[in-house]
């Protein structure tokens, strides 16, 4: 139990253009999804909390404008990295809180390596 | 200073070694600490979780925290090959609808057969 897939696990994108990652739960109900980046050699930085219905809440130095997310549903959550850049070349990594739970009781998906040539 | 500082190794043990991680921050207002274990292209899984200081055990593993140093450890007795993989600690303040974990980068673990 408590799965948490994304989509795609790799993409490669020219600059200018915009990716969209998928993060659902798959056999539980999110209210709660994180969006994670993770640099080489680097910590997980969270990048960005939402709740479903609701829009998402940005950490300091994160631009919303530059990365859209979705929360449409309790197992769905996207993220669109908009006129991508070379810089924004990363590891993105998604978890989910089941609802009732810890916050700290996070699942965590495989990761998106987002490559931007 | 990082918040968070965890020495990546890599660290090599033999099978059947007690395994010894470790982190330490400056952030006093932690109160929440995790270990994740991440395998190689998959995402981290929680391991154990700690509130405030003292020890936490559950099976193979022990968590200890020692809040007065601002350091935390995860013991890994009897080592398996299986643990081979990246163990990531995390700390959180938490309070006022904030769930951000602060994670530290990752040791990475091979246990020799």
């Known amino acids: 139990g408590a799965v948490v897939s994304q989509h795609p696990s790799w993409v490669i994108c020219k600059s200018g253009t915009s990716v969209k990652i998928e993060c659902r739960s798959l056999?539980?109900?999110?209210?709660?999804m994180f969006w994670y980046r993770q640099f080489p050699k680097q910590s997980l930085m969270l990048m960005a909390t939402?709740?479903?219905?609701?829009?998402?809440?940005?950490e300091q130095g994160v631009e919303k404008d530059k990365f859209l997310i979705n929360h449409a549903s309790l197992t769905l959550s996207t993220l669109t990295v908009t006129s991508a850049h070379p810089e924004d070349s990363s590891f993105y990594i998604c978890?989910?809180?089941?609802?009732?739970?810890?916050?700290?009781?996070?699942?965590f998906g495989p990761g998106t390596r987002l490559t931007v040539t | 200073q990082k918040e968070v500082e965890q020495d990546p190794g890599p660290l090599s043990v033999p099978e059947g070694a007690i395994v010894s991680l470790n982190c330490t921050y400056s952030?006093?207002?932690?109160?929440?600490f995790m270990w994740y274990r991440q395998y190689s292209r998959k995402g981290p899984e929680l391991l154990m979780y700690?509130?405030s200081s003292g020890n936490k055990e559950d099976g193979r593993f022990t968590a200890q925290v020692d809040k007065s140093s601002k350091y935390i450890s995860l013991f890994i007795r009897d080592s398996q090959p299986s643990d081979s993989a990246t163990y990531l600690c995390?700390?959180?303040?938490w309070g006022a609808g904030s769930y951000q974990l602060t994670f530290g980068k990752g040791t990475k673990l091979s246990v020799i057969p």
């Open positions: 978890s989910a809180r089941a609802t009732g739970r810890e916050f700290y009781e996070q699942y």
């Open positions: 056999d539980f109900q999110a209210t709660t």
């Open positions: 995390a700390m959180s303040a």
């Open positions: 952030n006093s207002a932690f109160q929440y």
């Open positions: 939402s709740n479903e219905g609701s829009k998402a809440t940005y």
């Open positions: 700690t509130y």
